[in-house]
Each structure stands twice: as structure tokens, then as C-alpha cells.
């Protein structure tokens, strides 16, 4: 059963079960349009990810049948009721609404996203920081800044190449079409296609299966996806891959995994 935490939002709601903690744009009335409420949530959602050492993992959805459309087009990205305290948070954490939607400073667990209906523009921006993504057989995709006279701010223009072939991503970025369920799956979008509804019960059945593992090498394997992509020349990125991975083998964690396989057992990891 999950726990609603004091740090929900009137936007965002956050909770944990277990060793997953999930988050929930809730701003149906609107298409879950960002908010300032829903960025401060978000924001204080993936600092305790990042803080707390019981918890694994986080899903990432939507209330109702948009996942998220994006900047509120009507009254912009600081709107809301709690403007005043995103205003005093960006004070002593200027970046805080790129932290909350994943550009800067990403958590150092997984983040596994569950979407129903749109994700477009600011929403699909948001996809880029998580590390594995289902969608409802309904869910499209797309950043349409393009057609608005806007730009794509969280970093689509030079991510969204670096997760899927160029020539598809420029498609993507220079028409602002939506692409459908199946076609974000076939450009390696997404992971996996669920029947409508699904979405957030099927990522909690992955994170379930991320939460079997050990979390010390949760975290190692997350932050070298975080901190080594293409763009790092391999002398460089051995160098950054032994500096994470070497210490993981010393923990008790590593111990307790290899005796669980000579005795045939499932392992209890501790996060030692």
C-alpha cells in the first residue's frame, strides 16, 4: 500500500511503497501542464531519491489521460498558487525547475516512467532524463516547441539524437509531429506498449524486479549511465567505469550475491 509523504504538492503527488518511491503529476484539469506546484514536487521528489538509501527506484506518471502536455501555454511555467515558494527555493537553488524536470543534476537511482495518453513537448523533454519508459497503447509523443515559436529548453535538440537515430529525432524536432505508442517503440523511444490503463501497473512490475537487485549496484550501474555516454572517448570512459564498478566488488552486498549463487538461494541484500 502506498504512503502519500508530506512533500506532495497540490500538483504533484508523492509517495512511497516499499522501496519505490512514485510520482504522480496531478493536474488533470490541465493536461498535467507544468506548474509551479508540480515543479517544486518533482524537485523535492528527486532529492529524497537521491538522499534516501531504502528507497531503489522511482516511477514517474500522469493523473488521468495525459501524461503531461508540457509549459502551460496560457499563464507560462511559474504558475500556480505556490509560485511564492518556487520564487524562494530558485533563490538558494536557481536551477530547480531544471532539476525537477530531469535536465540537471539527475538522481543516481533509476527512474522508470509510465505514461498514459500524451506526452508532448515539455513531456516527452521530461522522457529524456528517465531510464526506462512504458506507454499505454493510446500514449503519443512529440516535442512540438517547433510549431509554438518555442524552443526545446530541457535539451531534446541534442538528447533526443543521442537516444534515437538522427535523422528520426530531426523528423521528431523540425515537424513537432506526435508519433504514436508503437512508433516511439520502434525508434527505441520507449520500452515496452501496454493496453490503456497499464501503464503504472506494468512499471511497478519493473521496479519490483529492480528492487530484487542489489542497491549499491543499482546506484553504480545508474550513475555510469548518467555520467558515460558517447561523447566520452573510451580511455576516458574505462578510466570513469573502473572508478565506479571496482568498489562495488568490496561491499558486502557483492559478498552475500556470489555465496547466494553457490547456494542456490535468493540472495538478501542489505545495501552494504
Known amino acids: 500500500?502506498?504512503?502519500?509523504?508530506?512533500?506532495?504538492?497540490?500538483?504533484?503527488?508523492?509517495?512511497r511503497e516499499g522501496h519505490v518511491l512514485i510520482v504522480t503529476l496531478n493536474r488533470p484539469e490541465a493536461k498535467n501542464a507544468l506548474s509551479?506546484?508540480?515543479?517544486v514536487g518533482m524537485y523535492k521528489a528527486w532529492r529524497l531519491l537521491d538522499q534516501d538509501d531504502d528507497l531503489y527506484c522511482a516511477i514517474l506518471t500522469g493523473k488521468g489521460d495525459t501524461f503531461c502536455s508540457g509549459m502551460d501555454l496560457k499563464t507560462g511555467p511559474a504558475a500556480g498558487e505556490d509560485a511564492e515558494e518556487i520564487q524562494r527555493l530558485m533563490q538558494t537553488v536557481p536551477n530547480l525547475h531544471w532539476q525537477a524536470l530531469l535536465?540537471?543534476?539527475?538522481?543516481s537511482k533509476p527512474i522508470i516512467l509510465a505514461v498514459e495518453g500524451f506526452a508532448v513537448a515539455g513531456g516527452t523533454e521530461i522522457l529524456m532524463g528517465t531510464d526506462i519508459r512504458v506507454g499505454s497503447e493510446d500514449s503519443k509523443f512529440g516535442v512540438t516547441e517547433v510549431t509554438r515559436g518555442l524552443y526545446p529548453m530541457a535539451g531534446s535538440a541534442f538528447r533526443l539524437p543521442r537516444q534515437i537515430p538522427y535523422c528520426l529525432a530531426a523528423e521528431i524536432l523540425l515537424l513537432g509531429r506526435h508519433i504514436?505508442?508503437?512508433?516511439?517503440?520502434?525508434?527505441g523511444l520507449i520500452n515496452r506498449v501496454v493496453p490503456k490503463g497499464q501503464a503504472v501497473a506494468e512499471a511497478m512490475k519493473i521496479a519490483q524486479q529492480i528492487c530484487e537487485n542489489a542497491p549499491l549496484s543499482i546506484k553504480a550501474i545508474t550513475r555510469t549511465l548518467r555520467e558515460i555516454d558517447a561523447s566520452v572517448p573510451l580511455p576516458e570512459a574505462f578510466k570513469k567505469n573502473d572508478e565506479i564498478g571496482i568498489p562495488i566488488f568490496a561491499t558486502e552486498d557483492s559478498r552475500e550475491g556470489m555465496k547466494a549463487f553457490k547456494e542456490k538461494r535468493k540472495p538478501v541484500y542489505k545495501g552494504r
Do not use: H, W, Y
Not at 500500500?1 to 509517495?15: F, G
Not at 509551479?36 to 515543479?39: G, T
Not at 535536465?103 to 538522481?107: G, I, Y
Not at 504514436?180 to 525508434?187: C, G, I, N, P, S
Open 1 to 15: 500500500m502506498a504512503e502519500q509523504l508530506s512533500i506532495t504538492t497540490k500538483n504533484c503527488t508523492v509517495e
Open 36 to 39: 509551479s506546484p508540480m515543479l
Open 103 to 107: 535536465r540537471e543534476n539527475l538522481p
Open 180 to 187: 504514436t505508442a508503437q512508433e516511439a517503440l520502434q525508434f
